[in-house]
């Protein structure tokens, strides 16, 4: 395992959650790392990015004004902080990582994974 997701668990419609991804495994960088999610039965989805530093964000429109992704360089973690969590955004969420500052929405475009983190939400 190259990424190291956590954070997620099952609660209520509005709640919130935060999700972390820890780079362990490679020297502290500020390369572009993304979030995704994949639903049963259904494709896996870009949910955020986020490049060199915090000014540099990314969105699904889906999550706009409810999820937030942010960096700590110094610690390596990515983190992914959802609000206002609704049914649909149950999931395995996934985040990964690329070898470039360059924000992208493709899972194709990214190089190395972490092994997923469950979010259940329920009505």
């Known amino acids: 395992v190259q990424l190291q997701a956590s954070g997620g668990g099952s609660v209520r419609a509005g709640d919130s959650l935060r999700l972390s991804c820890t780079d362990s495994?490679?020297?502290?960088?500020?390369?572009?790392k993304g979030w995704f999610r994949q639903a049963p039965g259904k494709e896996r989805e870009f949910v955020a990015a986020?490049?060199?530093?915090?000014?540099?964000?990314y969105y699904a429109e889906s999550v706009k004004g409810r999820f937030t992704i942010a960096r700590d360089s110094a610690k390596n973690i990515v983190y992914l902080q959802m609000n206002n969590l609704e049914p649909e955004d149950t999931a395995m969420y996934y985040c990964?990582?690329?070898?470039?500052?360059?924000?992208?929405?493709?899972?194709?475009?990214?190089?190395?994974w972490g092994q997923g983190t469950q979010v259940t939400v329920s009505s």
């Open positions: 990964a990582g690329r070898f470039s500052h360059v924000l992208g929405s493709r899972p194709a475009e990214y190089y190395y």
């Open positions: 495994e490679r020297p502290i960088n500020n390369y572009a």
């Open positions: 986020i490049g060199r530093d915090n000014s540099y964000t």
